[in-house]
């Protein structure tokens, strides 16, 4: 692949995640992950080593960050209230 293509089409992407991350959308977090599978093979491809580490620490990142979204998406489960019959 042409070297312009892959960071034109790495930075589209990484931007296109932040800026949905930005709006306070979880699929922000998940474009950003799945970046990281981009940035994996350009770091193959291109034997840049640095960045096959970095896509791991951001991939981390972006995982714990969509988890934390999904988890504050989810509305709360009340607690039952247990009352206790004496005999």
Known sequence: MNPQLWSWLLMAVG?????????????G???????QVLWLAYSITTQQWGFLV????????YLRNLRAWLRSALPAVPQREVTRVEH
């Open 54 to 61: 970095s896509c791991f620490v951001y991939g981390a990142v």
């Open 29 to 35: 977090w998940a474009v950003g992950l799945g970046a």
């Open 15 to 27: 931007v296109t995640g932040l800026y949905l991350a930005g709006k306070r959308s979880w699929t």
